[in-house]
């Protein structure tokens, strides 16, 4: 190919993409004017639940587990504190105050389950943010049962009780 036809084949090239560029853009128009995200006449908004809502459906995992909570025999809190060490502590520290190694590279930190303001949250609370994971901690529906779950609610409560 000599440079002149090399050179005018080159030209044609815009050419050719804003050709396919309408096509697309053409393709897309008609179905897309209905699916916008404005909302239509009587439609309710589509809010974005908070970090920590839980779903009605039970969709998010956690509700039905709910219902069987472990009691707080001391059985069950050394089980919990057993599960913790493994679990827990390389974010939340030995003794649950945030002072993990692993935790210190969080923003916020990891919270202080000794603290009031973790001990006043409900014990359901707590199994739901082992469960589902809470803004930057990972959940841990995967790694343990409900069983397991409430075990760790059972010696996160206790660290409040003997205050660490
Ligand atoms: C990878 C690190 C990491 C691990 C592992 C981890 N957490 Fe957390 N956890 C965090 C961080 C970070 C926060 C604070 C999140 C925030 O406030 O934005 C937090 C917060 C919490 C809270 C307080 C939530 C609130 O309402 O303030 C509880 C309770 C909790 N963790 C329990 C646990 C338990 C129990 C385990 C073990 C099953 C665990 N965490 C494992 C990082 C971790």
């Known amino acids: 190919m000599s440079i002149y036809r090399a050179k005018k084949a080159i030209n044609k090239i815009p050419v050719c993409l804003s ?3 309408l ?3 053409l393709a897309g128009c008609p179905t897309e004017m209905t699916e916008q995200p404005s909302y239509k006449p009587q439609e309710a908004p589509l809010l974005t639940p908070p970090a920590s809502s839980v ?3 039970g969709r998010a995992g956690g509700l039905r587990d709910l219902a069987s909570p472990t009691t707080a025999t001391p059985k069950s809190i050394e089980e919990g ?3 913790f060490q493994i679990y827990c ?3 939340h520290g030995e003794k649950g105050r945030g ?7 969080f923003i916020p930190k990891p919270a202080d389950l000794t603290s009031a303001r973790v001990q006043q949250l409900g014990d359901e609370e707590i199994f739901l943010r082992i469960t589902n994971g809470f803004q930057t901690m990972p959940s841990f529906k995967k790694d ?3 069983q397991e779950r409430w075990h760790i609610v059972n010696y996160v409560r206790s660290l409040g009780v003997k205050g660490g």
Not at 99 to 105: A, L, N
């Open 81 to 83: 504190r057993y599960l």
């Open 23 to 25: 096509a697309i853009v």
């Open 55 to 57: 779903s009605t459906q």
């Open 89 to 91: 502590t390389m974010c």
């Open 19 to 21: 050709g396919i560029m």
């Open 99 to 105: 002072d993990g190694p692993v935790g210190q590279k």
């Open 144 to 146: 343990l049962t409900p």
